[in-house]
Nanobody
Framework: QVQLVESGGGLAQAGGFLRLSCVASGLTFLRYPMAWFRQAPGKEREFVAAISRSDGSTYYADPVEGRFTISRDNANNTVYLQMNALKPEDTAVYYC??????????????????WGQGTQVTVSS
């Protein structure tokens, strides 16, 4: 049974930082591309960042490019999202996701097979 468990969310001030973690179990972690998505109140879930399974290629949504960094630790089955220079518009529930295969479709929600329960990030102005 695959499980993805996020942590690290909370309350931050604008300009501050948070680091999210997602620990995976029940799968061969290094074989899975991983991603972070987020969903703000009243909005659809949207892509934030993704990382490939092998060469460490990363992909970012335009609103977070240059502020957020995704990374992975295959030895510990963990993917991270370092979030710097936070803005109030970053407020959302953040979800970790794993894909069996994405091809070139890292940004598509439908590419991902497994999801965590989400962790709340709130940024105050």
């Amino acid at each position: 049974q695959v499980q993805l468990v996020e942590s690290g969310g909370g309350l931050a001030q604008a300009g501050g930082f948070l680091r999210l973690s997602c620990v995976a179990s029940g799968l061969t972690f290094l074989r899975y591309p991983m991603a972070w998505f987020r969903q703000a109140p009243g909005k659809e879930r949207e892509f934030v960042a993704a990382i490939s399974r092998s060469d460490g290629s990363t992909y970012y949504a335009d609103p977070v490019e240059g502020r957020f960094t995704i990374s992975r630790d295959n030895a510990n089955n963990t993917v991270y999202l370092q979030m710097n220079a936070l803005k109030p518009e970053d407020t959302a529930v953040y979800y970790c996701a794993a894909a069996k295969a994405v091809g070139d479709y890292y940004r598509l929600e439908g590419s991902y097979n497994y999801w965590g329960q989400g962790t709340q990030v709130t940024v105050s102005s």
